[in-house]
């Protein structure tokens, strides 16, 4: 991970793996190191319990948290903190019913375009930084034993050897027996 790293944004690392406390004492750290004062925005693009509560200890209680998945129960969210959701299906559905949103407190306003066409400018905004360099996909590996190596991925993958990198397994490259 520490190519990706641009230490003149004060870009830093936390490793969730370590548990909440380990996590919510990291930004704290992270925030302390570069001198940020305090953190009044996050966007949690996990959105399970653990990552939105270690979210919530260390934003400003005035904050906004976004979150990725709707139709989860948000409602332990502390309610000083403005909670939202952005997530990709907003380029093909309608904005999220307030009703069902549990502990969700605050909707895009509009009539239903915003979502769409900040997913068109966003497309195309990542296509360029593609095109240019300046924007890079997620690290992979190529297992080169094809439909063989499944068996290799999940065992890394279960025993945390599979930091950082996506496996790209194909088919093509599977040796007969």
């Given at each position: 991970?520490?190519?990706?790293?641009?230490?003149?944004?004060?870009?830093?690392?936390?490793?969730?793996?370590?548990?909440?406390?380990?996590?919510?004492?990291?930004?704290?750290e992270?925030?302390?190191?570069?001198?940020?004062?305090?953190?009044?925005?996050?966007?949690?693009?996990?959105?399970?319990p653990?990552?939105?509560?270690?979210l919530?200890?260390?934003?400003?209680?005035n904050?906004?948290?976004?979150?990725v998945l709707?139709?989860?129960?948000?409602?332990?969210?502390p309610?000083?903190?403005?909670?939202?959701?952005?997530?990709?299906?907003?380029?093909?559905?309608d904005?999220?019913?307030?009703?069902t949103?549990?502990?969700?407190?605050?909707?895009?306003?509009?009539?239903?375009?915003?979502?769409?066409?900040?997913?068109?400018?966003?497309?195309?905004?990542?296509?360029?930084?593609?095109?240019?360099?300046?924007?890079?996909?997620?690290?992979?590996?190529?297992?080169p034993?094809?439909?063989n190596?499944?068996?290799?991925?999940?065992?890394?993958?279960?025993?945390?050897?599979?930091?950082?990198?996506?496996?790209?397994i194909r088919?093509?490259?599977?040796?007969?027996?």
């Amino acid at each position: 991970m520490e190519p990706l790293l641009s230490k003149d944004r004060r870009d830093a690392i936390i490793d969730y793996r370590d548990g909440t406390d380990a996590v919510v004492k990291g930004i704290q750290e992270a925030l302390k190191a570069a001198d940020a004062g305090p953190a009044y925005h996050a966007y949690d693009c996990v959105s399970e319990p653990n990552t939105y509560e270690a979210l919530s200890r260390v934003l400003d209680p005035n904050g906004h948290i976004t979150l990725v998945l709707p139709g989860r129960d948000y409602t332990s969210i502390p309610e000083s903190l403005k909670t939202s959701v952005t997530y990709v299906g907003v380029a093909h559905t309608d904005p999220l019913d307030a009703s069902t949103s549990k502990g969700i407190r605050h909707f895009a306003e509009g009539d239903g375009r915003n979502g769409k066409d900040l997913c068109f400018v966003f497309s195309r905004y990542f296509g360029r930084g593609l095109q240019e360099g300046w924007f890079t996909g997620h690290p992979t590996q190529v297992l080169p034993g094809g439909l063989n190596d499944v068996s290799t991925a999940l065992k890394n993958l279960k025993d945390g050897k599979a930091s950082a990198v996506k496996y790209v397994i194909r088919p093509g490259d599977t040796a007969s027996s």
